[in-house]
């Protein structure tokens, strides 16, 4: 007789320990997923937003995935977004991932997934960097909405040994600005300049990151882009039509990136086509497309379930391994069938 697995569950600060003291696997991780989806080894359908009609600022979505190759997981990540939590210092963001068997269909784990979640999206933004950038690991840094997805793809950055000559950031809301300021100079040892207008923070910055709450496009000067920086362009609604098509864009996957009014989709509603998109970071990564360094680079990335389930599956096996998953042997009380 067959009995079900047994069930984990991992909470926040063993998800932030693993994460911190494996970085190497689990960039390697990201990147691995990003090729097995490349190779049409994963199951990634379409997200599903849970809106809210008397609060449409807030949502939650549902990714499932499943991931191939030697992890053979699949899972879900049901992550919130709520920016009105901010006014009481509450994170924005929350989520848990479950993780299930792939043979049986039965959950195996239950993973505390903001952190997760963030990580795969930073993680994934400096491999791009890399990759589409004329002078990697070098430049000066402009910071576009300073929360936590910005804080974390930083510190990917760093990790991956960007040292950046200048870091200049601009928020909508200048307390957020300041404590993030606060955060680069006694965590990173790194200064900063605030910055009182988008331009101004835009001006002569290599790599731009975008990682703002913006619900339409705002960014709608090419002057800001002339200079042909790269634009890690996470928060996806920032920039208007024209400049999109007046960049070189690149994707983690186009029929998810052009949808739910992304810059990209209101470009292809706007053209009735896709010609704009170059490709995926797996066609740069492959060398398949030549990059365009006369134009601004663009990497959009909507984020897909595969990479949750990859780092989610890293962090579960590592954490079964130290003995810091608490296991529940009896979650599952009627498993037999009789």
Not at 178 to 192: E, G, M, Y
Not at 220 to 239: C, G, Q, Y
Not at 266 to 293: A, I, P, Q, W
Request: charged residues 20%; contains cysteine; glycine residues 4%.
């Amino acid at each position: 007789m067959s009995l079900a697995p047994t069930f984990y569950v991992v909470p926040g600060p063993v998800v932030n320990r693993v994460i911190d003291v494996n970085k190497k696997q689990v960039f390697d991780a990201v990147e691995a997923a990003y090729r097995l989806h490349d190779s049409g080894s994963t199951l990634n359908p379409h997200s599903y937003f849970l809106r809210y009609p008397a609060n449409p600022n807030a949502r939650i979505i549902a990714l499932p995935a499943h991931l191939g190759g030697e992890v053979q997981k699949s899972g879900i990540k049901w992550i919130s977004s709520f920016p009105t939590n901010r006014a009481t210092n509450l994170a924005r963001a929350s989520a848990v991932l479950i993780l299930n068997d792939a043979s049986t269909g039965y959950p195996l784990a239950c993973l505390e997934a903001s952190v997760i979640s963030a990580t795969r999206t930073a993680a994934s933004a400096a491999l791009a960097a890399e990759h589409i950038s004329p002078n990697p690991f070098a430049g000066t840094l402009a910071i576009i909405g300073t929360g936590v997805i910005a804080r974390a793809t930083v510190e990917w950055l760093l990790f991956r040994n960007w040292d950046f000559s200048r870091i200049k950031l601009y928020d909508a809301d200048p307390n957020e600005s300041a404590h993030f300021s606060k955060w680069l100079r006694d965590q990173c040892n790194l200064p900063a300049t605030i910055q009182d207008c988008l331009e101004d923070a835009t001006s002569g910055s290599s790599l731009i990151l975008f990682t703002t709450t913006a619900a339409d496009p705002y960014l709608a000067d090419k002057e800001l882009f002339a200079h042909s920086p790269t634009v890690l362009h996470l928060s996806l609604r920032d920039i208007a039509t024209n400049v999109i098509l007046a960049s070189q864009n690149i994707v983690d996957d186009i029929d998810h990136c052009l949808k739910a009014k992304t810059s990209l989709h209101l470009t292809e509603m706007e053209t009735g086509n896709r010609n704009f998109v170059s490709g995926s970071l797996v066609d740069v990564l492959e060398k398949r497309f030549k990059l365009d360094h006369q134009r601004p680079r663009i990497f959009s990335p909507f984020g897909l379930g595969v990479l949750d389930v990859a780092v989610g599956n890293f962090v579960l096996e590592a954490a079964k391994s130290s003995g810091e998953a608490i296991e529940l042997p009896d979650f599952f009380s009627n498993s037999a069938r009789w």
